[in-house]
């Protein structure tokens, strides 16, 4: 399978037993038995079908930030799509990117053009596909409010365009994950604005997560979704968390919604501490917090 990878996307694109916490925010987790950087949307399409026909299980990671690896590892092929399949230009009032894409680079190249409307996503560690499939946001801002159309690959190959509707997004979710299908590119529609009045914007955003969040210490942002009239840090200081850690793993003291590793944290601490957090506001408050981070590999 190595030799079949390498020969798709060359030797310089595949590792064998890649330790993901080089590739995931938290900076946790144990080795994938293959990463693959494809270089290409057709590089793509052919590393999905060859996964399939040998049945090796596979999963799309951007730049980790939503995503917590076990410390097994994951028995299969990760499809890194970061700093790779990252195209960016500008169209009139509209941005067309790549899925690789940092969403911090695309709010840069807006702020450059004049483009506003993307002044939320600045902060956020993602890349563009990561953040469609779940449908990134951030200070009243999200990925639903500026798309006008993403361009996807399906699980049997073909090359579909949905528009924003057809995107069915809602809250941290979108249909491209129940789908299976993955993101290759999209058009972000924007406004014309005023390039220092932009950048004020995100400088004062900046400012906002270092005086509210935990960012010197690998995290994955806010780890559990906002429940319905809710916030799920005030739950979780309300049950008395502030500061519980397990391990190196640790509710973060700065901002209750964020878990945190403190430095050598196990994905196992980590997802440890995550259930006792839900067990404990559930029993404190009856609210069950569903998480923002997804799984993968054996808990």
Same mark, same amino acid.
């Given at each position: ?43 793509l399409r052919e590393l999905m079908q060859m ?8 999963? &799309?990671? *951007?730049?980790?930030?939503?995503? !917590? #690896?076990?410390?097994? @590892?994951?028995? $299969? ?46 902060? &956020?560690? *993602?890349?563009?596909?990561?953040? !469609? #499939?779940?449908?990134? @946001?951030?200070? $009243? ?80 942002g806010s780890t559990f979704k906002r429940p ?72």
């Amino acid at each position: 399978m190595l030799e079949r990878l390498q020969e798709l996307a060359g030797k310089e694109h595949v590792w064998a037993d890649e330790p993901m916490k080089l590739h995931t925010t938290f900076r946790a987790g144990g080795c994938a038995k293959y990463l693959v950087e494809p270089q290409s949307a057709e590089q793509l399409r052919e590393l999905m079908q060859m996964c399939r026909e040998a049945d090796m299980p596979y999963y &799309i990671v *951007g730049n980790g930030s939503n995503l !917590l #690896v076990s410390d097994e @590892g994951y028995e $299969g092929v990760i499809i890194h799509l970061f700093k790779n399949m990252s195209e960016a230009r500008v169209d009139g009032k509209c941005l067309v990117l790549q899925a690789g894409v940092q969403l911090v680079r695309a709010a840069r190249l807006a702020c450059k053009e004049g483009l506003t409307g993307l002044e939320f996503a600045s902060g &956020i560690p *993602g890349t563009v596909g990561g953040a !469609l #499939v779940m449908n990134a @946001g951030a200070y $009243g801002g999200e990925m639903k409010d500026i798309v006008r159309s993403v361009k996807v690959l399906t699980m049997d190959g073909q090359v579909r365009e949905y528009t924003n509707e057809e995107m069915q997004f809602g809250y941290r979710c979108s249909r491209i994950a129940s789908e299976g299908s993955v993101v290759l590119e999209a058009v972000l529609e924007l406004e014309r604005g005023d390039s220092d009045q932009i950048q004020a914007k995100m400088d004062e955003l900046k400012e906002q997560r270092l005086a509210k969040q935990p960012l010197e210490y690998g995290s994955a942002g806010s780890t559990f979704k906002r429940p319905e009239g809710y916030f799920a840090g005030k739950l979780i200081q309300d049950a008395g968390l502030r500061g519980f850690s397990v391990g190196d793993a640790q509710v973060s003291e700065k901002h209750c919604g964020f878990v945190i590793n403190k430095g050598n944290a196990t994905a196992s601490e980590i997802a440890e501490l995550i259930k006792e957090v839900q067990r404990k506001v559930l029993e404190n408050s009856g609210v069950h917090l569903e998480t923002e981070v997804k799984f993968l590999g054996n808990f």
